[in-house]
């Protein structure tokens, strides 16, 4: 199949399964990269760049990343045909305009025969007049149905513009529940389907370097928005502390929308929590993530999480709601542990279980021996191969 080319578009939110999926990929074809790069974007995900430049579209990972972190990326993108960042300097519908007709330009020179879209922004619209050039378009659905609290008429316009576009096409779901809640509220789409499966993070292990792997705390990290359910973990904490006065709990990432989280209970247990309301970079996620006890996700809904796949790539156990697709993921007091959805007693009753007599280093164990001969290709690499069938 490696004749066949493919041009597969992405954005710095999604890079961390973005490397994993190229890793794949540029062994199966003949792959061309897009990055989509934004002043609000350059500090997300794995990506930190400092500054953007104003006056080109395409710019080579080189040209902006550090040294360190390029090299941290060689591994996954040697071998593809093409990678660069395409770079939205302005916010303005001109300048929108003029980087979709340089896109345009440019997917009319490779002249792939797939288009690949693992993101969809409101920016992606632009991109409709270039996908007219390909034979077939296949669109990554991470999440069928908006978070709670995270719906917008730019979720709505964009997967409306291309769910119905007039073109071969084929829609990829990263977990059986995503592939489920699809078909449920998308039965008018009668475009195939592909079931692809997260595998761990590796990325993130260069950032591990002989480091503390003392594990000292208790963690929740990611995007700080309402349907994450942290007023339910901050309810349930303070029960945890009366048995393990000791603990400490940090909440890393940054705020949604101005979503803040009850400043009251933090108030009243400021020695017991901290909260790290900024872009947590990937040295300092990693210090975070190896150094704690176990992760904790009470989300109220969910598809499918980076955050249990970046805490398997370094060992560490998580506690989640039994919601979307972490059944499918985390194997009950195991590799991790399910609670019930919005139900702080129940969730401090599996922290503190997890905490007595160390069991927490017990499902650490049994993830350090999970079977490493599963990987993203060979958990993947059929499907893509059916994927890319024309």
Not at 38 to 44: L, Q, V
Not at 50 to 79: A, C, M
Request: proline content about 5%.
């Amino acid at each position: 199949m490696t004749h066949m080319k493919v041009l597969y578009y992405t954005s710095t939110a999604f890079m961390d399964v973005s490397v994993e999926v190229i890793n794949v990929l540029k062994s199966l074809v003949e792959l061309h990269v897009l990055i989509e790069l934004t002043p609000g974007s350059k500090n997300e995900n794995i990506i930190d760049i400092n500054t953007l430049p104003t006056d080109e579209v395409f710019v080579s990972l080189p040209q902006l990343l550090t040294e360190k972190d390029y090299q941290h990326l060689h591994p996954y993108i040697s071998g593809v045909a093409s990678i660069n960042f395409v770079v939205h300097a302005r916010k303005s519908m001109s300048t929108s305009f003029n980087t979709s007709m340089k896109v345009f330009q440019y997917v009319k020179n490779i002249q792939p025969d797939i288009y690949h879209l693992e993101a969809l922004q409101i920016r992606s619209v632009g991109l409709l007049p270039s996908i007219l050039l390909v034979k077939k378009m296949l669109v990554a659905v991470h999440d069928p149905l908006p978070h709670s609290g995270e719906t917008s008429w730019k979720i709505n316009l964009t997967r409306f513009s291309f769910f119905r576009y007039p073109i071969l096409k084929g829609y990829l779901l990263y977990s059986r529940f995503a592939r489920q809640q699809f078909d449920k509220y998308n039965p008018q789409l009668k475009s195939a389907r592909y079931e692809l499966r997260l595998n761990s993070y590796s990325y993130y292990r260069n950032y591990l370097n002989g480091q503390d792997k003392e594990r000292k705390h208790i963690l929740f990290f990611g995007r700080l928005s309402p349907y994450k359910g942290i007023d339910v973990l901050l309810e349930a904490f303070p029960y945890v502390l009366k048995q393990f006065p000791n603990e400490n709990l940090v909440i890393a990432g940054k705020s949604f929308d101005g979503y803040e989280p009850d400043a009251e209970v933090i108030r009243q247990n400021k020695e017991s929590i901290t909260v790290l309301n900024r872009y947590i970079t990937n040295k300092e996620l990693v210090t975070l993530v190896s150094q704690a006890k176990f992760i904790v996700c009470p989300y109220k809904d969910a598809t499918q999480s980076g955050v249990l796949m970046t805490a398997y790539a370094l060992d560490t156990p998580v506690i989640a709601s039994d919601v979307g697709a972490f059944p499918e993921y985390i194997q009950d007091n195991v590799t991790g542990m399910l609670v019930p959805v919005n139900d702080p007693v129940k969730l401090a009753e599996k922290m503190v279980a997890a905490l007595q007599n160390g069991f927490y280093k017990e499902m650490e164990m049994n993830l350090s021996k999970k079977d490493k001969t599963s990987s993203w290709a060979t958990e993947n690499t059929e499907e893509f191969m059916n994927a890319y069938a024309l």
